[in-house]
Nanobody
Framework: QAQPVESGGGSVQVGGSLRLSCVAS????MGWFRQAPGKEREGVAV????????YYADSVKGRFTISQDYAKNTMYLLLNSLKPEDTAVYYCAADRGACMAAIKALGVPGVLEFNDWGQGTQVTVSS
């Protein structure tokens, strides 16, 4: 089973948008995390791949959208209305277990409830 692989990061101005992609298959729960310089990694969005239910940290709710394309074995994170504080390395994460613990840990720095991780992709938001 291949590790998740992210793509799609970049630099954007305040208020702009980006879409991140993560190729992975065979997982029941997947999510996106981010880690800003000097801070702990925290979860921002989770998707239960079995039913498609989605969950978000309060800091990104209403601005970010997590989704999946079964046919392409790809998960996405659409980042809208970006702010300077969204600048971070964004990581795709995946696990074969249920999402309950991951959902509870959303927005909690340093709590990493996934077994498999991508290499990360940089998102930089400038004013």
């Amino acid at each position: 089973q291949a590790q998740p692989v992210e793509s799609g990061g970049g630099s954007v101005q305040v208020g702009g948008s980006l879409r991140l992609s993560c190729v992975a298959s065979g997982y029941d729960c997947m999510g996106w995390f981010r880690q800003a310089p000097g801070k702990e990694r925290e979860g921002v969005a989770v998707i239960d791949t079995r039913g498609g239910s989605t969950y978000y940290a309060d800091s990104v709710k209403g601005r970010f959208t997590i989704s999946q394309d079964y046919a392409k074995n790809t998960m996405y994170l659409l980042l809208n209305s970006l702010k300077p504080e969204d600048t971070a390395v964004y990581y795709c994460a995946a696990d074969r277990g249920a999402c309950m613990a991951a959902i509870k840990a959303l927005g909690v720095p340093g709590v990493l409830e996934f077994n498999d991780w991508g290499q990360g992709t940089q998102v930089t938001v400038s004013s």
